[in-house]
């Protein structure tokens, strides 16, 4: 095929977004994702963790092979739904984990007393294996009843799991116990549970091992309950990412005003933007001036003066007056929505620590299975006899049986979460902590991260005979009339100063220059140079070096003058955190490279960068190219990760090895982030990455216990050195042990930084 046609190829090919369901565990991804790849000219990309398969296909496939092809491997498959298809707020309001909660709740308060009775000699009556039985046979059928679908599903399809291993150990002690209790003699009334190290010949018809049937479906429930609840959040980004745009517009129409859903707004609509409003969509100016509040997309801590020919994006606030726009860019064309997409995009490539597990199911359950039946088959074969070929064949599956393994994400995460919200802390999940142990370069947005993200007034500067409180109380008492957030920053300041201030008359807001009034008899004027020059007033050179060293620094110069004379230079701008400086301090303590990134211009960055010991800024960045940036570092071989707060920084967050979201920052930025800083302090972070970096440890060496335990004990069990009850206790004493390590978190405290 020549250049020319590979290109008309790739210009044909379509990209679709499946929902998928049946999935278990990273392995089911992993087969789906084989399996649509197989397919001519496919490519496609399954996340567990949304359950979505974003699938890029030729003309020559259609969506429904994809979804058959799903089906094949099955799974099910379904297309994006479609306005008239799409659930309403109530259903999508409920709680897909409720049923997998309740069916933990049950087993486990089901389970207990079945494991207190089995291990505590006192409490077994005359008959208690009946009960315990009754007890027992629930949680096995009912709540493994998800590990065994799956389980049938992956043998249709010749592949196995850790489900695999669950369905079978749980089932074959049970089945064991029904056997021991209707054949056996272990149903005769004045049963006692022993504990035996080994497996006697022609010994076992008299033991059950409800115990361990019931406990070990308790403790996977609960790792796949905390997992699922962790993947609820996964679509949280886009959800806040879509609550943040308007519900409805005002559209001209035929010379009056109709109020329409967003959603209907069409290329070439005129509509209006009345103070206050959100900005229904990307468009253009056509009448009117106001100040654009676009900070919660773009970074900038300053509002932006937008007249008739200026460009507004959609989901961004009107702050002064009245705009009519005309709608140049809808639905999935805007700005909002090519964010929301940069979300999805550099979320899906993520790797999650708790697929550790899968991957190495998918050898280690053969090899367990393998194993069991070779235990079978040696017993028989040397004349150890049914009951005892079978006992050692279950003491295997049960000493096998990934109860550790269930719980070594869960405790440990659970512990580190709950240590870290003490702290101010937020962990999301184990998924996010791979990367934080060789994290080396930390970037942070400026706006509301280092800096408080409000406009703050810095300084002012009087004229020779003008005092500077005479100057904050006549203007702030000016702005004090103004909504404007720059008028607001003097305001305040005016008000903090001075009990009251002085009433103004004849008010006007003069659009994009300044304010006007009477103010005590005096005409006052405040706002751009401009605003004078209408009055032929001129800045003295104190004032005008002022208004030019503010500007250099990226901040705003507000000029004012009353009685014909220009009177001073109010400076306003973003104010640094007063915690900022020290954490970069602890940053750098850690051997991590701080970099500001912002939307800001190149002037205010530096300054900032400056105030609190950043060597390196890349300012005027574009959310898009916010992304792009984090790439490029880990490109050149970083591992990154990105502070930020807005929006504008949810793509980035999602992007970098590990994303930490100030508690103060909107929700997108909080739901794509990883850590999330509830503390509204920089000194934070160098927290979060050390409780991450010890969480993921414990994790590790949580998992390795699990597997280690079981390449340990096996053998033995094959060998009759270990019966089931005593594998049972076996397994019980790894799952203590997984808790126990995960417990040590909670010494976990901010004094590591120091000694960092």
């Known amino acids: 095929m020549t250049t020319a046609g590979r290109s008309a190829a790739r210009r044909a090919d379509s990209t679709v977004e499946l929902a998928i369901t049946g999935m278990t565990c990273a392995s089911c991804a992993n087969r789906i994702e084989r399996k649509l790849n197989k397919l001519d000219g496919v490519v496609a990309t399954v996340n567990y963790a949304t359950e979505q398969a974003r699938v890029t296909f030729p003309a020559t496939v259609s969506t429904e092979e994809l979804l058959a092809t799903v089906a094949a491997a099955g799974y099910a498959a379904a297309l994006p739904p479609t306005d008239a298809d799409r659930p309403s707020v109530a259903d999508q309001d409920q709680d897909p984990t409720r049923s997998l909660r309740e069916r933990l709740l049950v087993s486990a308060a089901l389970g207990l007393p079945v494991l207190l009775m089995s ?14 039985l009754t007890l ?20 249709r399809h010749r592949a196995a799991t850790m489900d695999t291993l669950i369905s079978i150990g749980t089932l074959a002690a049970w089945l064991w116990s029904l056997y021991a209790l209707f054949v056996g003699t272990a149903g005769e009334p004045g049963l006692k549970m022993t504990l035996s190290f080994t497996t006697d010949r022609m010994h076992g018809h008299d033991e059950i091992y409800l115990e361990v049937a019931s406990v070990v479906t308790v403790f996977i429930l609960a790792g796949r309950y905390f997992e699922a609840r962790a993947k609820r959040r996964a679509g949280a980004a886009l959800k806040a990412l879509l609550a943040l745009g308007a519900k409805d517009v005002a559209v001209q129409r035929d010379g009056r005003e109709v109020r329409i859903p967003v959603e209907t707004l069409v290329v070439g609509d005129v509509f209006v933007v009345r103070p206050g409003e959100k900005i229904a969509t990307d468009g253009e100016v056509i009448d009117g001036s106001s100040a654009v509040d676009a900070s919660l997309l773009t970074g900038e801590s300053i509002p932006v003066e937008v007249g008739p020919g200026d460009t507004v994006t959609g989901a961004t606030v009107n702050a002064g007056g009245r ?6 860019r809808v639905g999935a064309d805007t700005q909002l929505a090519q964010i929301g997409r940069l979300v999805t995009e550099a979320q899906s490539g993520k790797a999650e620590i708790q697929r550790l597990a899968d991957r190495v199911s ?5 090899v367990v299975i393998a194993l069991a039946l070779a235990t079978l088959g040696g017993w028989l074969v040397t004349g150890g006899g ?11 599956l049960i000493i096998a049986c990934p109860c550790a393994l269930g719980l070594a994400t869960p405790t440990a995460l659970l512990v580190g979460t709950g240590r870290g919200a003490q702290l101010g802390i937020l962990i999301k999940g184990p998924e996010v902590l791979e990367s934080t142990r060789r994290v080396d370069t930390v970037v942070l947005d400026k706006t509301g991260t280092v800096t408080t993200g409000q406009m703050t007034l810095h300084d002012i500067i009087a004229a020779a005979d003008t005092d500077k409180a005479e100057v904050l109380r006549i203007v702030g008492a000016l702005e004090d009339a103004s909504e404007h957030p720059i008028a607001r920053a003097i305001s305040r300041a005016a008000h903090a100063s001075h009990r009251a201030l002085p009433a103004v008359e004849a008010f006007t807001n003069q659009a994009g220059l300044g304010v006007q009034g009477i103010v005590e008899g005096h005409l006052a004027l405040a706002g751009r140079p401009a ?3 209408r009055w032929s007033l001129m800045l003295p050179e104190k004032l005008s070096r002022a208004k030019e060293a503010a500007e250099a620094q ?7 003058a009353w009685d014909g004379q220009a009177r001073g230079v109010l400076v306003v701008g973003d104010a640094i955190k007063p915690t900022s400086a020290d954490a970069i301090g602890q940053l750098k303590a850690l051997g991590l490279t701080p970099i500001l990134l912002t939307g800001d211009n190149a002037a205010a960055a530096r300054t900032v960068a400056d105030l609190v ?19 490029r570092l880990q490109a050149e071989g970083r591992v990154v990760a990105m502070v930020g707060d807005g929006v504008n920084d949810a793509a980035a967050l999602a992007q970098a090895d590990l994303g930490l979201a100030m508690g103060t920052g909107t929700d997108v930025a909080i739901e794509a982030s990883d850590l999330t800083l509830v503390r509204d302090d920089l000194r934070a972070v160098p927290d979060a990455i050390l409780l991450a970096r010890k969480t993921l440890a414990t994790i590790k060496a949580n998992l390795f216990w699990a597997f280690a335990y079981n390449v340990a004990a096996l053998p033995l069990a094959a060998l009759g050195l270990l019966n089931p009850l005593l594998a049972g206790g076996a397994m019980a004493l790894s799952s203590v042990f997984v808790v126990s390590n995960s417990l040590r978190l909670r010494t976990f405290g901010s004094q590591d930084t120091r000694r960092a």
């Open 119 to 132: 291990m505590v000699p006192a409490l077994q009556f005359r008959n208690w294996q009946w009960l315990a």
């Open 136 to 155: 027992a046979s629930p949680v096995v059928v009912w709540g493994a009843l998800p590990f065994h679908k799956a389980a049938w599903t992956n043998a």
């Open 323 to 328: 705009l009519l726009v005309r709608a140049i």
């Open 362 to 366: 998918a050898v280690f359950v053969p």
């Open 386 to 396: 049914a009951n005892s070929a079978f006992t050692a064949a279950v003491a295997v």
């Open 531 to 533: 605003l004078l020059a």
């Open 554 to 560: 990226g901040r705003t110069a507000i000029v004012a």
């Open 613 to 631: 010991g950043i060597a390196d800024v890349i300012a005027d960045v574009l959310p898009a190219e916010k992304v792009d940036h984090i790439r």
